[in-house]
């Protein structure tokens, strides 16, 4: 491991040995990472695989035809206060998937605009939903400066390999003032810190509830005061942070009992009194250069 890819500290501590990989935390800037971060053709060969994209976690975004089941409560939630923040006008949606909050945005006034590395799912969006949707990274669609009111990114930052370069070209392409909103995990969520505390009690042997807390495809895992240290760092002031619950039953990863599904909801609720919800809304605001 070359270091921490957020602050290049080489000071960090084991969190969890799992079966796809260790979990590490940096002693300086405090951000939980995958110590073999998934990066350059292993990561475009993951987002090119076909069943990847096709697990119920994106599908759930492919079908989006119900207004009350996960991810569009979610999506509606973000985007109300998006608007209360910056009037509707030229939004991009950076990992869109199959589109779903994209048509969301687009029907509440916004001209949307979206970034897709999967190939297999941005097609669906253009041929399907006829979005415009690039296929590959928002550094290669070349953006022009200063072009977009809000940028959004729907549990998509914990997937890259470079946090801090894709931030800093979002920042660069959007206008003075617009808004970033940045949905995520909360690493020092409740429900995490019950994961952890079974985990050591099991005397490590639960991996498979860490499996869930550290999905393969996850890179980075941020608290509200890493993911706010990272967006300032890179040109943007926090505007607004609000907590959100976990969806248990959209996970799939490893088979789910219907007991673990109700305890994790008794934890969400004693989250809520104490702000450790497991899931953030951040909305960050681009600040002048």
Request: proline share 5%.
């Amino acid at each position: 491991m070359a270091g921490c890819y957020i602050c290049g500290s080489e000071r960090s501590r084991s969190l969890c040995e799992i079966p796809t990989g260790a979990i590490v935390r940096c002693l300086d800037c405090q951000t939980v990472y995958r110590a073999a971060v998934v990066a350059g053709a292993e990561y475009n060969r993951l987002y090119q695989n076909q069943a990847t994209m096709e697990t119920p976690f994106y599908l759930a975004n492919k079908m989006a035809a119900n207004p009350n089941i996960e991810p569009m409560p979610t999506f509606a939630r973000g985007l109300k206060r998006l608007a209360q923040l910056r009037p509707p006008g030229r939004l991009l949606d950076v990992g869109c998937s199959y589109g779903a909050f994209m048509v969301m945005a687009q029907k509440a006034g916004w001209n949307v605009a979206g970034v897709e590395l999967s190939n297999f799912t941005a097609q669906f969006a253009r041929e399907e939903r006829r979005l415009d949707v690039y296929s590959g990274t928002v550094e290669q669609a070349a953006y022009p400066d200063g072009h977009f009111d809000a940028v959004t990114l729907w549990d998509v930052i914990e997937h890259l390999d470079n946090p801090v370069a894709t931030l800093k070209e979002i920042h660069r392409i959007m206008a003075p003032g617009a808004i970033l909103l940045v949905f995520t995990i909360n690493q020092e969520s409740l429900l995490t810190s019950v994961g952890h505390m079974l985990y050591r009690l099991s005397l490590s042997r639960w991996e498979h509830l860490m499996t869930l807390f550290y999905y393969i495809h996850h890179n980075f895992f941020f608290s509200p005061r890493t993911i706010s240290t990272l967006l300032t760092r890179v040109g943007f002031e926090i505007a607004d942070l609000q907590f959100g619950a976990a969806n248990v039953a959209r996970w799939r990863i490893v088979p789910i009992s219907p007991l673990m599904i109700a305890g994790s909801n008794v934890i969400d609720l004693l989250a809520t009194l104490i702000n450790r919800r497991y899931r953030m809304f951040i909305y960050a605001r681009k600040t002048p250069a």
